[in-house]
């Protein structure tokens, strides 16, 4: 089992950096990465310098369709989550799929594990929530039985367009502005765990369905806020701003910024009041929870990953 070959498509990022790193613990040593974010790629090759990662464009056919030959696992990680640019989310959240759905086709490649998102139950009308729930619908219509897991915000090692950058955003600056009251309900889930569950099915073969994977903790963004500031230790004052004005400085800064790291689209789904089951995951998927505050603690302070950061 643990020379099966996992193909990860769109593995330097969050969940694929956290991934890797859990695989290589529990003794899995062929592990081929594809992505086209040169930058993480290069963190990924300094971490992991053992595994295969390599560039790869997945919206476009080209030499990275090799990789999947006597694949044993794909785990569809590719996904444009922020940005302003429409074409951004349709190449690489569906041409892409498009493309690896039919390579796996191809290749008769036995195991999918998809991942989709939250946000395709969700009110938000957006660019990431309307291409996951296409990119989602084509998985179910390709006729590859799969597991499907839709986890919810993320955050931990390798973390640079959530909670990380938000802590390095309040170290930064001497005042962080929260928009309005602040009480926004958020279930994060840590990465680390939802790396144990992609494992989980990977190891057993869990069957196919579609699993909601929410974080086990209901919490507000202001307490969010709160519990990292603790764990970093910033000395930021915690500022509320009216909506509005917080809204108009994103405006603003996505104005100059091609890819800002937070949209005033974003700030909208932040706002929506979106409550997702939550499901005993830990038992279906024999994993265990990691109490809020503790991942926090370790997303921040791990000896070992918690430094490592990645491009935006």
Known sequence: MKNK??????????VGQNLVARLKAKGYTNI???????????????????IIAAYAD????????????????????????????????????????????????????PYLVHISSSVVESVADDYYTNTKKEQERMVLESG???????????FGWFDRKHLGWLSRFMKKLPIFPIPGHGRYMRQPLYVG???????????????????????????????????????TKAKALILKIPYSLFYSLIWIWGCFDKKPPFTTQQLA???????????????IFGVSYTPFALAIDETFNDPEYSKVILAF
């Not at 594809?34 to 310098?49: E, F, I, S, Y």
């Not at 190891?203 to 209901?218: F, L, M, Q, R, T």
């Not at 789904?269 to 038992?283: H, N, Q, R, Y």
């Open 32 to 50: 081929i990465v594809l992505d086209k974010h040169r930058a993480n790629l290069a963190v990924l090759k300094q971490v992991q310098p053992d």
């Open 58 to 109: 997945l919206a476009v056919p080209g030499d990275w369709l090799r990789h999947f030959e006597n694949a044993d696992v794909v785990v569809m990680l590719q996904a444009q989550i922020g940005g302003n640019d429409y074409q951004e989310f349709v190449s690489n959240n569906l041409d892409s799929t498009r493309l690896i759905l039919q390579a796996i086709k191809s290749n008769n490649i």
């Open 144 to 154: 590859i039985a799969c597991p499907i897991l839709r986890p919810t915000l993320m």
């Open 193 to 231: 765990d939802f790396c144990n569950i992609i494992i989980s099915c990977i190891e057993n073969k869990v069957a196919d369905g579609i699993y909601n994977i929410s974080g086990h903790e209901k919490v507000d963004y202001i307490d969010i806020i709160r519990e990292i500031k603790q764990a």
């Open 5 to 14: 070959k996992i193909l990860l498509p769109g593995g330097a990022g969050l």
């Open 269 to 283: 789904a932040l706002s929506t009041k979106d409550e997702f089951e939550v499901i005993d995951w830990p038992g």
